[in-house]
């Protein structure tokens, strides 16, 4: 297997703006290093803070040019969208309620978008924005970077083979422990707005990272969801949103499912573990030791398949950068969703389409984690009952 | 810390008979080498099989009396009842249908017994099992033999001493994969009595493994089960009985649970795995390396406690027999059940009770097993609604 | 893969005596359950401590009868060898310094021998007793327990396969911590003789846990030692003996090897560990877990054998008694060993040979080991230099 | 504790070139992503091959001005230093007989150096580097890229603290298996270049990844080496250089250590290990899985420390970029390296010094890790005698 690392790097970069990560932002950092490892990308302009002096420190220490830190996201679409060495992709890493207006903004504008998730904070939301990306014609590519790790994609492509039979059973989870106390009064910004309904919608643990073991989960399975019966729990005491989710899944075809998350399993960081089992192997991987992928054909002893590796093929080598054995982690699987868009940006750019290999999140997962959420609170609300998805 | 293997033996060895287990079976040898290990036993009399030749050929492998090798249960609970030298316990590992009537027939001869799990085949018989129990004054230990793990014993110690605060979250999974395909009809005979509603109940990889995760869940966390919602699946083409499980728990008190068992996860052998959560703490333990107990208090590293070894305390000291770094394995957990078992036998010669810290799996648990059976089973046909338990 | 428990049971026990082993001492115990888990051994006699009253409580402990706890070896092998009914093997579980007397003793009374490692105190009394054993027509047995785990003899089935290719690099290594601090002056009886030249000999570290590893490398890799070069060290203060061993190791036939044992590593219980490298695959193996064998062949992924699981042969399935996926442990492994002197002393009753698959260390191996620690001895004493061994 | 990647962005970029690491280059793209991450850098200039078509083609590629794709070193440093654009700090990644005069003449063109390891080809040159860099008044960087690992930072903080009390004994080990066959016959250009003793000094495994071992325990520990004994050996027929190293340690002070560096043990892909152990704890710490530290106190439980979660300090928190449980990798530490280079080279360009808490491996390094390598191959010429470094 040869890596394709020297791909990764391209001449002329991609013009790049950001709505939202100023300083003391979590994510907007990550994005930031994602767009940046492969190379292909040039932070340019942004609305980084809904803070004025914040917005304007953040931009000096980013090194933007002054005129193009703005002040709203609505400035910025407007003031990019007009000027020749505008930008053409804007990433929003805002909290989740500014998620939708900010993403409208640029479509319209007609400049592509990257956008974190959850994407919206209703279905509704997601519905109409579906329907603004379809007929703006420009690309959305949502952030489910645990998508764009090696072994997910190497995880894929045996499911897709065949390798595992018929699928069976999908065991999904993703414990932390960072909300086990009331964080949200004790100062913690992240846990603030993550606990806030008006800022987090109606989801918390299952929006924050219950989206993503579902989207995983799929992403790898390939199944769609029927329905499910969910469990929403909230352990802290004044505490509004959930902080722990148990779901049961029943995908189409009949396989089924259990997933849990929780921001209060002591002990566990960011746990995000998926387990999928067919009628003729099964396959296992952590997040936090993503660079292993544990395969058993029934009858056989369990193989561990390294990134780069023997065993892996194809789909890791192409997102793969440093030989096997030399650990890569979240953020070059963040890059690679960045360098998925950055193909796709480039195809655009000509008018076509990337090629067939070329793999991101889009709208439509956004909608469809959207549509768990909904689905999940609402039989959680219901008293736990079997609740179509979608 | 101090081992205290030298306490495991003593002289005067405790005459034990056996039900089942014969030529073949793979659970009958398992309880001798429990019973052996640590010198309280000596296996004098047996109704090993069904099949007189069978019985007979496994008496003589065994070294039986050939008067002591019965044809039946209930001429050996005569005979051996009947006799000065006559056998002080018995220990019954037939197919689930046959521990009533065995425990009967032993109970009222006046004869202990030791008996595999799960208890009886439907809650109904548990109950008569339980009547008759407390009226024969005899003792009744179930072979849950995870409960005899040292690193359990430390883990439902830590928890009563409040380590981990309020419990909030049981997980407990016991997947295995040797269901995958239909061994019952390619000649297995532990197969085939597995998935036959006669001999097993109405539960599959519920009874046989299920109930495993579900006595061990209470054994360490000390919580009672409210109520229950269990989705039970066949996979396998033909077979009758479940061979997979899933299941929602409201323990009483507010905790809450996952379980899953299955039979056709690929790549597991016996995955019984225990992660308990509370506001202050977490543990986790793993069958397959029961040496082994992370322990993590909220906000610092996470700890590795083994058996005998450093942060380990004097509930796994009693019942370990080797220094840590030297693994003790399921033979040595299983016999601990024996050793307990030996100790209240001990006592009960002179009319007492052993020592408060002797503890071992009673009839109730055996009882609380069925009802947890009884209650997956309806409420999987009733639509995976909450079913009360017990 | 059928594991074959009940072949480890059979009618008939075979008596067996014990010098040594007496209230408090570790290895001992460890012996007696080694013994009894297979059910072929009955302990009828002992000479259990130099102390008469120690002598006389561990006994009625055991249950020993009056008139066959000896207050010496001598006496018992006297004793033993003129009843009908005396004992037919005895395990030497002393202080290596008492090991060969005691072995000469009842060799030249006619008795069977099992013996603790090291075998001896220096090489000459090794060869004396290798010239006995020969002599005597006696059986040997040399509880390098280790040899006995399943998983080391499917390793060693593997490499006498050829599936490593030629064999190019040995890592042996047995880490531990109990002597970090001076354990011999703070009441650990263990920690006095270990250390203490005259009940020990003339190794301390490489006498206790280096043989240990250097015997399960060769018993493995099926190599000839040419010759070693030691670094010998003591880190606590006060201390005779060596507490940390470093040898390069040259194997005839060109294989290179390293061994590091030490009892001073902090966070090491009992890591003994093997990996074993060829031209075309190589194998790692852990004592602490020692139910897997990892495999790799090479530009092939990593396979995880497990014991009694998928890939483990034959060699392993004869000395198991649970299906994969339940652990075997330490006391299993040593098990295994008296299982192997059982058949030997079956088949030695009616004057034959055990089967060709029986296996275990002999009074040769005990030999091997003496010249290991006095060729480690000589070499770190000289400056460090390569030094013959054998 | 509070991770800091905000820190490790800033504005106003430092102009960087590079020498080698064009097109099909392994290490050039690595450095390319180190310099990307942390937005420190901006890659102008270059050197890229030896052939001119593929310097050209390569740098092409990346976006390089035309003007400033050069044709050899000499005219790029050169050229550069004449340019008031010109770069401020060239990274040479070539083979490594090229580091030197690559070096000398960005050196003496006023032009800091980031250069790859080892940093020469023999001692002697080493010394002149360090006469040159005194001289020159320029930064001089050796990307033992390993150091920049935050796990490694935290347990080079706890060393220093005195956590283990006084060290005695390091085992450091770095086996792979790329070399297993005879890849340098095959065309591998890697293996051409690491088994060529003209473009990588005198020693093979030793050079490539034997001083990455090496200089990793020495940065933990803060030993100093006093001598070695090593021995070297080629186990693939017709290879030149050694593939398998053997190495014994005695550091100042008295403690003791071993290392192992293979590319011939089949199932390692870049297996670098630490294990260090103190009087009163130890620490242990594998590449692969870089994000966790287990710590022991003697006589405690076993800690898991990991990157940026409980039991992680300032050290660790400095160079972290992303939460605990998100796990950072190879290129993360690489990029560490980057970012300590960076501010070292902000701090000189107002002739000032960095902060006392920048950390990065020196040109003092370099001529260590040559020393060690020098007296490797002259104590395996001597029969493997004890040797004195440096």
Chains 1, 2, 3, 4 share one sequence.
């Not at 904070?121 to 924005?129: C, F, G, Q, R, Y």
């Not at 993503?290 to 369990?302: D, I, V």
Request: charged share 25%; aromatic share 8%.
């Amino acid at each position: 297997m040869t890596i394709e690392s020297s791909k990764q790097e391209s001449a002329g970069r991609i013009r790049l703006g950001m709505v939202g990560g100023g300083q003391g932002a979590f994510i907007g950092a990550v994005h930031r290093i994602a767009a940046r490892i492969d190379g292909q990308f040039d932070l340019v302009a942004g609305a980084l803070s809904s803070d004025p002096d914040r917005a304007k420190a953040s931009a000096a220490e980013l090194g933007l040019a002054r005129d193009r830190s703005y002040g709203s996201f609505e400035e910025m679409a407007k003031a990019e969208a007009a000027r020749p060495d505008g930008i053409e992709v804007v990433a929003i890493v805002t909290p989740n309620h500014m998620h939708a207006p900010a993403a409208k903004a640029f479509l319209e504008a007609g400049i592509h978008v990257i956008c974190d998730k959850p994407m919206t904070i209703s279905v509704e939301e997601a519905k109409d924005l579906v329907a603004l990306v379809e007929k703006s014609g420009k690309l959305f590519v949502l952030t489910h970077n645990y998508t764009g790790y090696p072994m997910i994609r190497q995880a894929r492509a045996m499911v897709a083979a065949g390798d595992l039979g018929d699928i069976r059973l999908v065991q999904a989870e993703y414990p932390q422990d960072w909300l086990t106390e009331a964080a949200e009064r004790s100062g913690s910004k992240q846990a603030e707005w993550r606990t806030d309904p008006k800022r987090s919608g109606a989801g918390g643990a299952i929006g924050d990272i219950g989206t993503h073991a579902y989207n995983l989960a799929a992403f790898v399975s390939g199944l769609e969801t029927d329905e499910l019966l969910a469990q929403l729990s909230t352990f802290v005491e004044g505490r509004v949103l959930d902080d722990d989710v148990q779901i049961l899944l029943r995908y189409k075809g009949g396989a089924r499912g259990m997933l849990w998350a929780s921001q209060v399993a002591v002990g566990n960081e960011n746990g995000l573990k998926l387990r999928i089992y067919g009628s003729k192997g099964g396959l296992e991987w952590t997040q936090a030791d993503p660079n292993y992928l544990w395969f058993t054909r029934f009858g056989e002893p369990k193989q561990l398949i390294t990134r780069a590796g023997a065993g892996a093929g194809a789909a890791a080598a192409r997102v793969s950068r440093v030989p096997s054995g030399h650990p890569e982690g979240y953020l070059e699987g963040f890059a690679t969703i960045y360098a998925e868009a950055a193909r796709a940006i480039r195809a655009a750019r000509d008018g076509g389409e990337p090629d067939a290999e070329v793999i991101y999140p889009t709208v439509q997962d956004g909608l469809a984690g959207m549509q768990f959420i909904e689905a999940a609170v609402a039989s959680s609300n219901a008293g736990n009952v079997w609740t179509k998805v979608g």
